[in-house]
């Protein structure tokens, strides 16, 4: 955790800031997948809302610290490629001492949720959209390069055909 501090965000609760400059792509920290989860039905609310990520193949897991508290914004300057079998973090873009890190969460999310979204970036979309393939086209073109293998793999089909589309 050397090159993050978990600490309070004006985005939402506790937001993870660098604490060194990144250059654009490179590696920021892995990601602890090691929490599967085995029966959902243990699984708490506060769980269920703010601390799962649903990967490949219907695998869920607890995300843990600092990457739970990564929040979404509209304006990220973070990315997730999967190296060697680990989930990495990776600079988006040349990012500052001090800044806070986050996520677009429709990166690599197929799922029908949704939330208000209070990120404050010039370009918010109001509404958080679960569903990487619901987001305007702009914006599935810009991201992606920033697909996960798996989630590629996995929607081949659809990413073909919206890449075929226009």
Same mark, same amino acid.
């Given at each position: 955790?050397?090159?993050?501090?978990?600490?309070?965000?004006?985005?939402?609760?506790?937001?993870?800031?660098? !604490?060194?400059?990144?250059?654009?792509?490179?590696?920021?920290?892995?990601?602890?997948?090691?929490?599967?989860? !085995?029966?959902?039905?243990?699984? +708490?609310?506060?769980?269920?809302?703010?601390?799962?990520?649903?990967? !490949?193949?219907?695998?869920?897991?607890?995300?843990?610290?600092?990457?739970?508290?990564?929040?979404?914004?509209?304006?990220?300057?973070?990315?997730?490629? +999967?190296?060697?079998?680990?989930?990495?973090?990776?600079?988006?873009?040349?990012?500052?001492?001090?800044?806070?890190?986050?996520?677009?969460?429709?990166?690599?999310?197929?799922?029908?949720? +949704?939330?208000?979204?209070?990120?404050?970036?010039?370009?918010?979309?109001?509404?958080?959209?679960?569903?990487?393939?619901?987001?305007?086209?702009?914006?599935?073109?810009?991201?992606?390069?920033?697909?996960?293998?798996?989630?590629?793999?996995?929607?081949?089909?659809?990413?073909?055909?919206?890449?075929?589309?226009?």
């Amino acid at each position: 955790m050397e090159n993050v501090v978990v600490k309070e965000s004006r985005i939402s609760g506790k937001g993870v800031f660098s !604490a060194r400059s990144f250059k654009k792509d490179e590696e920021i920290l892995d990601i602890d997948d090691s929490h599967v989860v !085995a029966d959902p039905s243990t699984l +708490t609310k506060e769980q269920y809302e703010f601390e799962l990520d649903y990967l !490949a193949n219907g695998k869920i897991v607890v995300m843990q610290a600092p990457e739970r508290y990564i929040n979404h914004s509209c304006n990220p300057n973070l990315y997730v490629k +999967t190296v060697n079998g680990i989930r990495k973090v990776f600079a988006m873009r040349d990012i500052p001492k001090g800044e806070e890190l986050v996520f677009d969460y429709s990166i690599n999310g197929y799922n029908d949720g +949704t939330f208000n979204c209070h990120c404050g970036s010039e370009n918010c979309r109001g509404i958080y959209q679960g569903n990487f393939f619901n987001l305007p086209k702009y914006l599935q073109k810009k991201y992606l390069p920033y697909l996960d293998d798996w989630f590629r793999e996995q929607f081949k089909e659809m990413i073909e055909s919206m890449c075929c589309s226009e």
